[in-house]
């Protein structure tokens, strides 16, 4: 494979204004002329390899933080986007999308706000809303789909709830996280009872009582246990953290700090410096992970998406959950992998068969139309009601990164990651891949034309030209 050129300019131009310099003045301290400067802060040219050690070296910048993840992460949003036919059948080429993600990323995501607002108003008259008759009836996101690209956006990072998490775990010094909780729980008059309901957790404001179900896991009571503490002790850094945000609405802002307080309780469970440490000590073994730190897999899974601290970042792995039906349920990506923000995953993914093998992990190299490769690891996860007659939640989750991290996962050992015929070809939804001869493609892709043969049948009803 071909070695990806970094074109990094706006973030090169935020770095220089950020520490008040001019043009002139950062070309010398980066040791490269003013016009090629100028050329990489406007993405004619690829940041050089000498640019990134001066960063390093001058500035003791995270040269990671160069990374293209935000912009190809939006050139594959708003390529689904304009795969809506209220586009038409000419959408603008690949080159320019990767150009207005590089040089206007706040144009892009008011595009990408503005075809969401569309989609909303579209789904509201297709369906004969009542809430049309509403006054409070808006033209914009819905709170779910604001929130879910809050988290997008952030690379699932959220550094001053992560470090607030991680000083109340190793407070304790060596105590256990639910005793620790309990203890300071109770230094403001709050009780932690445990009884045989079906509701997870129960605060009673007034009676200072949070009750836990008996019923649930050991792993999801201390969750919750650590999820309350966050919303009693943590408001004010939840609270500033929305304020940063500046969600839309009352409902997305809701939403939001019942995501973050799930943060600070996956944090404080695994914290960032002890759990990125033991992760690359038995090379990501997802077992013995949540086994040291009392967690589920599911949030061994999603704790390893989020570790992108800056300085001491780990591998960027994505992390998606769907549901029996396909549906995405949770989805995130430190990688050039992008997930369709509408509709389903790909259906030659294994996260799919992870509900014909339970209890398995299931294994798969995977290559993606843009040629990058990957190791996917999947596994069904169910969420049992807790009494008899009570509905079982059945998921899939799957976690996985580019292959050249192969060697440090302890599910590679035996995979032949050198031939290129073990990679198996995905896309990321049939609307927009550009595989023309899937044999499970399900739609057409809107960007090409297609023939119709009546005297002929191949696999499709149709050729993609």
Known sequence: MAIQKLYAGAKLRETRQRLGLTQKDFAGKLGVSLPYLNQMENNNRPVSTTVVLALAQEFGFDVTELSTGDAERMVSDMREALADPVFGDDPPPLADLRLTASNAPALARAFLELHSAYRQTHERLASLDEALGREDARNQSSPWDEVRDFFHYCDNYIDAVDHAAERFAEAGGGQAISDLACARLAALGISVVEADTAQLRHYDRAAGVLTLSSRAAPESRRFQLLLQLALVMQDQLLEATLDFARFQSDAARSIAKIGLANYFAGAAMMPYGRFLAAAQEVRHDLEVLAHRFGASIEQVCHRLSTL???????????????????????????????????????????????FETPGRFLRQLAETPDGVRYISLARDVSKPGGSFGAPVRRFAIALGCEVKHAGELV????????????????GISCRICERAECHQRSVPPLERRLQVTPDERGVLPYRVG
Do not use: M
Not at 411 to 426: H, K, Q
């Open 411 to 426: 599910y590679a050992d035996d995979l032949d990651v050198s031939r290129a015929r073990a990679f198996e070809p995905i």
């Open 308 to 354: 992108q601290r800056p300085g001491a970042k780990g591998i960027p792995f994505f992390f998606v959950r769907v549901d029996q039906a396909g549906t995405i349920t949770k989805r995130h990506s430190a990688t050039r992998l992008q997930f369709a923000r509408f509709g389903g995953a790909c259906p030659l993914w294994n996260v799919h068969r992870a």
